[in-house]
């Protein structure tokens, strides 16, 4: 071979140079030849537990079911904040109080169902009770009553609907005060009291007309008698009241409002427990019901998607476990698994796009840092590992020490960034040369 040839010419020369100092006169202070081969460096191969794995890099992003967002039901305005961005909260816990019109005619709608329904109640048990007793001549007489009590129902009704457009001037005339509400606001509350107070005289005079009546009918004792139709008519006027209630009840549970309570304004609260990560509410704030005023993230499981080559798709699967690490981090390692492989490719890079979720019970890991991920791809093992300085060319290498070095094919396995697997061709121990291994190829 080549390299042979050329060390012994080097051998060679190295004995014609020794003889010809042997013969010739000594001086004194002549230096000794370097050696050609002093710059050769060897490490011996190792043996180690390797591994076959796959490493993979991505961002850390946020798991989309531990994010919650919270807005307003309704339009309206904010007029208190209790939380703000960087806080840690509660799943139900009061984030901001919201005031809206929107709020205030829902409940009173409730109030209006709540009285009818009370009324459709008595007027059925007086029918019943009525046709029960079988008095013919108690006909006009129950019709005046019944007159008597719608008319004291609404009555009823239009002072429960003069309190609550009371209160909400109130209401508007504070705000307005505190420079919160406009002045349209107030004079919309101020008409509506207004208007209000007229339906109270109104109801006020058609209590009068039904007294009026009944003493009337009482007077002249007319007959009549409650018949089976009036009976179903008062059932069904029952049916529809509780409808109504029902369906006045089911818009305040959407409005996330409390069909018991009489509490004014309505509390926005969280919808998870985590991290309030941003806040977009401000006292005062007038908002729509289409806008979000806090995000909240859950941090304790994140995201990671990694790319996958279509050539080691078939050695990963689902629920694989998972080794990460973040290079803000060193150190310190994450567990967790693949919980998504997708049905097909990336093109053109013919890649996966697989998810891998993290658990972060420390809270450690932050959404957007860099991660690089390890999937053990095949058990562990002992292997005879080289640096990668010993190889030359695809498989061949130097073993010896001293002046006796011989090339070798190997064969080779796994390869990392500081050392290589040895399948075939060299023991445990045996050195290898990592430097100047070309001063041996130049002298063969």
Known sequence: ML??????????????????????PARPNAAPPPPL???????????????????????????????????????GRLTEILVHAGQQVQAGQ??????????????????????????????????????????????????????????????????????????????????YGHGIASQQELEEAEAAYEQSQSRVRQSQRQLEVARQHRRREERLAASGSLSAPRILEAENELALAREEVAHSA????????????????????????????????????????????????????????????????????????????VEALPGHRFTGHLSYLPPQVELPSRALRCRVVVDNPELLLKVGMAARVRLALSAPHQAVTIPPAALLGENRIF?????????????????????????????????VVTAGADLLGESR
Not at 3 to 24: E, H, P
Not at 58 to 74: C, E, F, K, T, W
Not at 400 to 427: C, H, S, T
């Open 94 to 175: 009061p984030l901001a109080r919201l005031n809206s019109p929107d709020l205030t005619r829902a409940r009173a709608a409730h109030q209006d169902a709540l009285l009818r329904l009370q009324l459709a109640q008595r007027t059925l048990e007086q029918r019943r009770q009525l046709y029960r007793l079988g008095d013919t001549a108690l006909r006009p007489v129950e019709e005046a009553r019944n007159e008597l009590s719608s008319a004291t129902s609404e009555l009823e009704i239009s002072h429960s609907h003069q309190q609550l457009t009371r209160k909400k001037l109130e209401r508007a005339r504070d705000l």
């Open 399 to 431: 073993v010896g020490n001293g002046d006796k070095y011989e090339a070798r094919q190997v064969i080779l396995g796994l390869r990392r960034q500081d050392w290589i697997e040895v399948k075939q061709g060299l023991q445990p121990g045996e050195a």
């Open 3 to 24: 390299f042979v040839s050329r060390l012994a010419r080097a051998a060679a020369l190295l004995g014609l140079a020794c003889l010809c100092a042997a013969c010739a």
């Open 37 to 75: 081969l002093e710059e050769i460096r060897t490490s011996p191969a190792v043996l180690r537990s390797v591994q076959d794995e796959l490493i993979a890099a991505g961002n850390i992003s946020a798991d989309p079911a531990r994010q919650g967002q919270v807005g307003a039901p309704a339009a």
């Open 250 to 325: 089911e818009i305040l549970h959407d409005l996330g409002l409390d069909p018991d309570s009489q509490q004014d304004g309505l509390w926005l609260k969280a919808s998870r427990a985590g991290t309030v990560v941003s806040s977009q509410a401000s006292l005062g704030q007038a908002v729509t019901a289409d806008q979000a005023l806090f995000e909240i993230l859950d941090p304790g499981r994140l995201w990671l998607w990694i790319y996958v080559h279509e050539q080691d798709q078939a050695r990963v699967r689902l629920g694989q476990t998972v080794q990460v690490e």
